[in-house]
């Protein structure tokens, strides 16, 4: 049973180390909101699965928080039926993004984008499902995007991976609720991310304009709030999923948009 602490009238806050004995696999971990996502995660108590394709920087954050490094390229199938099957929690996050027309777009590179960003989650879940269920308990937490409820010009591939995600994360929910486990989205706006940094320096040069012009002008163009979000309150979000008062929270998808899908 949940434990619903009284906060005499002030906002519940997560209790500490609420997530001790439990094992968090985290895809992306290496960098960003992933990277985030595992100190999180590993703060609330959790021994974490650093799970990344950059080596050195898995190794890197899995040795600063106690937790251990998995290598391996998730593009490959073979390589992530290799993963651990035994995590309680799964957050499903290792992200690219392309941009470029659809007569435009490389065919190999929309079908890459697929594998790392709906089958490897696909088959993450699928693997680790037997566990949660056996303990009657699990969280899985996708890292989708403002991207998995509105679409974007030039980004085809990375637009129908996330609402591609969005449909698995309910699908999910619907089987995983009699066991124990929910499955929830987040979706933010622009994250203060190399994935983000990246865009934000190509689109400069591309318009020669300044790189805060392009935050301004291009980024925050449709966010009420005018900044990016920090990796650090994603990953707050996605540990509250999994936290002790979530457990009614299902088949949701929580936007941290800045008021992008309030128009
Ligand atoms: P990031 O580029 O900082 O980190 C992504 C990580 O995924 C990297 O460490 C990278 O090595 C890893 N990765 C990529 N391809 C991989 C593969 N084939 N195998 C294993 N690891 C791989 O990106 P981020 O901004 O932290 O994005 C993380 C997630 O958040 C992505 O799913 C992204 O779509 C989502 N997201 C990001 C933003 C944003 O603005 N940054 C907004 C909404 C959603």
Redesign the pocket.
């Known amino acids: 049973m949940d434990i619903i602490e009284s906060t005499g009238g002030r906002a519940a806050a997560p209790v500490g180390r609420f997530l001790t004995g439990r094992k968090v696999l985290v895809?992306?971990?290496?960098?960003?909101?992933?990277?985030?996502c595992a100190r999180a995660f590993a703060e609330a108590g959790a021994h974490v699965y650093v799970?990344?394709?950059?080596g050195d920087?898995?190794k890197a954050v899995a040795e600063e928080i106690g937790g251990t490094a998995h290598v391996?390229?998730?593009?490959?199938p073979e390589a992530v039926d290799t993963l651990p099957d035994d995590a309680d929690v799964v957050v499903?996050?290792?992200?690219?993004?392309y941009v470029a027309p659809i007569h435009d777009f490389p065919v190999e590179r929309f079908a890459?984008i697929q594998?790392?960003?709906v089958e490897?989650p696909f088959r993450i879940v699928r693997r680790t499902l037997p566990h949660m269920y056996e303990r009657g308990w699990g969280r899985i937490v996708n890292?989708?995007?403002?991207?998995?409820l509105r679409a974007s010009a030039f980004k085809s591939a990375?637009v129908t991976?996330?609402h591609a995600l969005e449909g698995f994360s309910k699908v999910a929910a619907l089987e995983g609720a009699p066991h124990g486990v929910t499955s929830n989205c987040v979706?933010?706006?622009?994250?203060?991310?190399?994935?983000?940094e990246?865009?934000i320096a190509g689109q400069a040069a591309a318009h020669g304009i300044p790189a805060d012009e392009v935050v301004e002008r291009i980024m925050l163009d449709r966010t009420a709030i005018k900044r990016?979000?920090e990796?650090a309150e994603?990953a707050q979000a996605a540990l509250f999923l999994c936290g002790p008062h979530a457990g009614f929270i299902t088949g949701a998808s929580i936007p941290l948009d800045g008021g992008w899908t309030a128009r």
Not at 143 to 148: A, K, L, P
């Open positions: 895809t992306g971990a290496a960098s960003g909101i992933g990277r985030a799970v990344d394709l950059a920087a898995a391996v390229d998730l593009s490959d499903n996050n290792a992200g690219l993004q890459l594998r790392v960003m490897a890292i989708s995007s403002v991207h998995g990375y991976a996330k979706n933010p706006g622009y994250v203060r991310t190399p994935l983000v990246d865009q990016l979000i990796p994603v």
